[in-house]
């Protein structure tokens, strides 16, 4: 896998994962994995047990938890944040025009906090 240069958590090889490199391949590694569809269950499993209103889903990817969570708590508003172009991309051909799913490009450490994300207005949350 290609990679770049971190200036954050870096793995054994020193460089992060390129995602928006394997963004268009991503949904065909991952989700058939039964190990990872069971994490996302458990996840949402948690969510439920604490009555989820809104969701705010840190490296979102191309959106497979905000999907599950949707489909789970329909009144829920989501929020997917996402360093990644790529990721992000799909993410938003995923969701269209969806006004419970909003999107942002950012991470765990620059991101504003859920109320801030819930507040803004869709057409400026990119």
């Not at 240069?5 to 490199?21: I, L």
């Not at 458990?42 to 969510?47: E, G, H, K, N, S």
């Not at 905000?66 to 991309?89: H, K, Q, W």
Request: charged content about 25%.
């Amino acid at each position: 896998m290609r990679g770049r240069e971190s200036h954050g958590k870096r793995g054994v090889t020193g460089m992060a994962p390129d995602w928006d490199g394997i963004a268009e391949r991503y949904d065909d590694m991952f989700p058939a994995s039964s190990r990872y569809l069971r994490t996302l269950e458990l996840i949402v499993d948690i969510a439920a047990e604490r009555d989820a209103g809104d969701v705010l889903d840190l490296g979102c990817g191309t959106g497979n938890l905000l999907a599950v969570l949707a489909d789970r708590f329909p009144a829920a508003r989501l929020v997917g944040v996402d360093p990644s172009s790529g990721m992000l991309e799909r993410c938003r051909a995923r969701f269209g025009s969806n006004g419970r799913v909003s999107l942002a490009a950012g991470d765990a450490a620059s991101h504003p906090p859920l109320e801030a994300c819930i507040r803004a207005d869709p057409a400026k949350v990119t």
